[in-house]
T-cell receptor, first 112, second 116 residues
Framework: GQQLNQSPQSMFIQEGEDVSMNCTSS?????WLWYKQDPGEGPVLLIALYKAGELTSNGRLTAQFGITRKDSFLNISASIPSDVGIYFC????????????FGGGTRLMVKP | DAGVIQSPRHEVTEMGQEVTLRCKPISGHDYLFWYRQTMMRGLELLIY????????DSGMPEDRFSAKMPNASFSTLKIQPSEPRDSAVYFC??????????????FGPGTRLTVT
């Protein structure tokens, strides 16, 4: 089945640094979604991408839909302590309805 | 607007007891999804509904798990009898059926279940 591979699995950075993470797949996706999960909460949708090459921002977050449609990237600029959490990428499960396939997540830790 | 509402937020029960988790999707959303999250297996889809009808329950672990959606604003996930390996965080999510944003799922805060 479809799989989404996220890297890195975890990151420990200093406050103020920029962060980059990515999500890759062996199959093509027509939509990419990025979620953030705070400790003890449910995943929250950050950014949705619908077109190959698309670059979309949400505050300090910027996500890109890879040209090959097999990858996506999320960047966070000038990280702050509240950026701590797990970031998931997701894409439609092409085999079934409105189901999503989720990546394993990137755990971000920010040192003040 | 209210987001997805789940109750209870925490549930501690003894092995063998029945557990019922509840979810109220976002008003107007046509799809409802139940997920389970554990450290070992990550986020797993258990079952999803479209217009109150179960569409795919292939992720439901076994017969001890059942889910219902009696109307557009309420769904339950029941575990009977519960076992320690069912301990996890259970999420409900909802989405619209049509349009470019139909894949955008909105999650509730989750129910943390502990079975002792």
């Amino acid at each position: 089945g479809q799989q989404l591979n996220q890297s890195p699995q975890s990151m420990f950075i200093q406050e103020g640094e920029d962060v980059s993470m990515n999500c890759t797949s062996s199959s093509i996706f027509n939509t990419w979604l990025w979620y953030k999960q705070d400790p003890g909460e449910g995943p929250v949708l950050l950014i949705a991408l619908y077109k190959a090459g698309e670059l979309t921002s949400n505050g300090r977050l910027t996500a890109q839909f890879g040209i090959t449609r097999k990858d996506s990237f999320l960047n966070i600029s000038a990280s702050i302590p509240s950026d701590v959490g797990i970031y998931f990428c997701a894409g439609p499960n092409n085999n079934a309805g409105n189901m999503l396939t989720f990546g394993g997540g990137t755990r971000l830790m920010v040192k003040p | 607007d209210a987001g997805v509402i789940q109750s209870p937020r925490h549930e501690v029960t003894e092995m063998g007891q029945e557990v019922t988790l509840r979810c109220k999707p976002i008003s107007g959303h046509d799809y409802l999804f139940w997920y389970r999250q554990t450290m070992m297996r990550g986020l797993e889809l258990l079952i999803y509904f479209n217009n109150n009808v179960p569409i795919d329950d292939s992720g439901m672990p076994e017969d001890r798990f059942s889910a219902k959606m009696p109307n557009a604003s309420f769904s339950t996930l029941k575990i009977q009898p519960s076992e320690p390996r069912d301990s996890a965080v259970y999420f409900c999510a909802s989405s619209l059926a049509q349009g470019i944003s139909s894949y955008e799922q909105y999650f509730g805060p989750g129910t943390r279940l502990t079975v002792t």
